[in-house]
């Protein structure tokens, strides 16, 4: 008869699939990268085949390693309801749930909505991971991804949450030095702040896309904080998130009445993460939160 593989090198491979990275594995489980990389080939043995691939954005399951990471859930679900069983409390909503999410929005609205519902449920566990990047057509380590723009998704369900508007600002001290633009034509005349094109997934987030002209320079960023830090500093005009700034005494609008972006957010999960009543839970939560704060969204 076969050997099973290890269910503790299934869980290290579930972790891979979530972080993507061996480093970032060790540290979370308090081991060597040398370490992590041996159990993987140990599992690929004894399954025949390997389970990730490398890709720019780090490890990504090959089709074996979908099947090795679903039977890693199944685990890790076990594992989950026998500490439910094991504790006092009866609560329905135990063990973890992942949620990938963009950055800003995830700060923003995301983490209200779960630390909400965790004072609802004290068993339920979270782990979020912030990325700005398009829906993944294969990325079973998370239960919900947060994504922004277009979901060309055929294996996974896509439920909308809200739309927010992408609109420039600019800081009061750097109005006030070098003035504003009359039209989008006159931004091309003002350093820019946006993302780092060449390492963005979300088009609808970036310069390139606007259709504003190329600025005389740039201040690109992977992060919306630092974008927003940088606006704030003087560092030019930025395509920031409404709801991060409209209202803020350190932001200016610029051309209020002449641009703006409109961007659809949704929560898109595999059909059989739906079913879960986590996750269901989590959704919930989502479109609570975006429905008491629709004024922010749409300021």
Same mark, same amino acid.
């Given at each position: 008869?076969?050997?099973? &593989?290890? &269910?503790?090198?299934?869980?290290? +491979? ?49 089709? +074996? ?106 800081? &009061? ?127």
């Amino acid at each position: 008869m076969a050997r099973l &593989p290890s &269910p503790d090198d299934l869980l290290i +491979l579930l972790t891979v699939a979530r972080l993507g990275r061996f480093n970032a594995v060790a540290e979370t489980m308090g081991t060597t990268h040398t370490t992590i990389s041996r159990r993987i080939l140990a599992l690929d043995k004894q399954l025949g085949g390997r389970t990730l691939e490398r890709s720019p954005h780090g490890w990504e399951l090959t089709e +074996l390693g979908v099947s090795a990471v679903a039977a890693a859930e199944a685990i890790e679900e076990t594992l989950g309801s026998l500490a439910a069983v094991t504790g006092q409390d009866r609560d329905s909503l135990s063990g973890m749930v992942r949620i990938s999410t963009t950055d800003g929005f995830g700060a923003e609205f995301v983490t209200p909505a779960l630390v909400r519902l965790q004072q609802r449920h004290p068993l339920l566990n979270v782990e979020m991971l912030s990325a700005t990047r398009k829906v993944s057509q294969n990325r079973s380590g998370v239960d919900l991804e947060v994504v922004v723009g277009r979901t060309d998704v055929s294996n996974a369900q896509a439920i909308f949450l809200t739309n927010y508007f992408l609109r420039l600002y600019a800081s &009061p001290a750097y109005a006030a030095t070098r003035g504003l633009p009359e039209t989008p034509d006159g931004v091309g005349q003002h350093p820019f702040v946006s993302y780092v094109e060449s390492a963005l997934q979300v088009a609808e987030l970036g310069h390139r896309s606007s259709q504003l002209p190329m600025p005389k320079s740039s201040f690109q960023a992977t992060s919306i904080f630092a974008q927003v830090e940088a606006v704030r500093r003087g560092a030019g005009i930025g395509l920031l998130p409404n709801f991060m700034v409209a209202g803020n005494s350190g932001f200016v609008p610029v051309l209020p009445d002449a641009f703006e972006r409109q961007v659809p957010i949704w929560a898109v999960a595999r059909p059989e993460s739906v079913r879960s009543a986590r996750v269901q839970a989590v959704i919930s939560a989502l479109k609570e939160e975006v429905a008491e704060r629709q004024d922010q969204l749409s300021a």
